[in-house]
């Protein structure tokens, strides 16, 4: 049976195969997470297992030859970036074996996000995540190719804003978030400043129409960055991430974190900022997503985050901008995109008084 992938005509047609029919739940998920990136990638032999450090269990099995393996694919939920943001970075597939229900995920990067995606950090972090018990395990990856196959939960529902609405569920997520932050550090550290500043260079040379109001936003927002940095700081390993699309919900209200693309060493209210941004349409409504992660909301925190979800805002207006003039998939609203993320960086740096918050933090 031949399954056809969609959004990368570059990604190749899988097919049942030849190699050891298992358990997709059994000791062997490796061999057909390993088979199903090697299917992807004709001729490839350089896919790593991802438990070459610490399960030799699965490596011996993954080699086993006994008996033969079946894995088929379907094409997962389409991306969508309006009105919500979801699936856009990478072309997605779902494996089954042997006729069980999808239990693992083919990722591959799309060619338009290479520069903004780091395979070895995003998989090191995810590795760590779900080593915690917060984040699907990758099964196997090519960091070469930026693609990867990860634990598919199959009964687990993608969460949306309405959802993390819910306090117990927010309260959930934010518990997930902070047992990541006091793990291990992970392989790269950044800030949301670093990434306007790439994508302001990047822009200026391959969208010279940008808004008229960029250069004003963009000296607020360095300002900004001067603000916190006077303050201070600690960065800790984070999922950095706050889509409601990249949190799964499953059994009980338990939660799992999807997508480390942006994983990095960050500020912890950096992650409580993209969270209460993505979530609350009121800025006050931050307060709660403060208490469950400080046990208070201090004025001084409140400020922080909310100057970062301003910033945050402006570099996702960036990224729209450039990929409406660089992207070959004129088929995603990239622009509308940015005009959506500029609104709201405009309206709330009209709400805030950087003077005063640079004497609050």
Known sequence: MLVRTI??????????GTAPRVDPVGASRVAAAEMGLRLAFPGCRETL???TLRAPLDQQASRGVETKL?????????G?????????DSSRLLLSVGGHAPSMMLKVIHPDQSIFFDAETCFDAQRKAAALGCAPDILAFDIARAAWVSEFLDDWATARVSDLKRPELLNAVIEAKKKIHAGSRFKSSWSVFDRIRMLRAACASVAPNAPEDLPPLLNSVSRIERIIA?????????HADGLASNILIGPNGRVQLVDFDEARNVDPYYEIALLANEVFENEKDYLLALEMFDGSARLASFHR?????????LAWALWGIFMDATSPRKDV???????????????????VDLDQYARSL
Request: charged share 25%; glycine share 8%; aromatic share 8%.
């Open 7 to 16: 959004g990368w005509k570059e990604m190749a047609v899988l097919e049942g």
């Open 49 to 51: 297992p991802s438990d």
């Open 70 to 78: 079946d894995i088929t694919a379907q094409a997962a939920e389409p």
């Open 80 to 88: 969508v970036l309006v009105p919500s943001h979801r699936g856009m």
């Open 230 to 238: 006077s303050a201070g700081l600690d960065d800790v390993p984070a």
């Open 305 to 313: 985050i909310r100057l970062y979800a301003i910033a945050d805002d």
């Open 333 to 351: 609203e990239f622009y509308r995109y940015a005009c959506w993320r500029l609104i709201r960086c405009r309206i709330a740096l009209q709400g």
